[in-house]
């Protein structure tokens, strides 16, 4: 169901990284995300959150969700310059439908090698 994309959210802790505290929310779990934030004070009160809607349709490669990585400099006089290699960054799990309970499962939506690396089978980087 495309309108479930549209309804859903990622809320990112802007204090951490390699993807400690990002939550993937929508209509479906939104009640359970505010019931853990009220017991497990996941949002914590002296931090800055950034909510940015769902990118959708995701890029996939072999069926899972992806994002690539290039650098580039941009100096003063307007001249880019683009790094000649880039990086491909892949979710672990194959990415489904939203009509699954998939906005729990972080392996399906999270494309950072940080949170990726600990499944070796699944992990080439």
């Known amino acids: 169901d495309d309108n479930a994309y549209t309804q859903t959210w990622v809320i990112k ?14 209509k479906r779990n939104l009640g359970e995300f505010l019931m ?12 800055r959150y950034v909510a940015q809607k769902y990118a959708f349709p995701p890029l996939l490669w072999k069926g899972r969700k992806s994002h690539v990585r290039c650098y580039c400099v941009l100096t ?9 290699k880039a990086f491909l960054h892949v979710a ?11 906005t ?9 090698c940080c949170a990726n690396s600990h499944d070796k089978e699944k992990f080439a980087g």
């Open 13 to 26: 802790d802007a204090n951490c990284n390699g993807a400690g505290g990002i939550w993937i929310v929508s």
């Open 36 to 47: 853990r934030k009220q017991s497990d004070e996941i949002l914590i009160e002296d931090h």
């Open 76 to 84: 003063a006089d307007g001249k880019c310059y683009v790094h000649r």
């Open 92 to 102: 672990n799990s194959s990415f489904t439908d939203f009509t699954s309970s998939c």
């Open 104 to 112: 729990s499962d972080q392996c399906v939506h999270i494309t950072n």
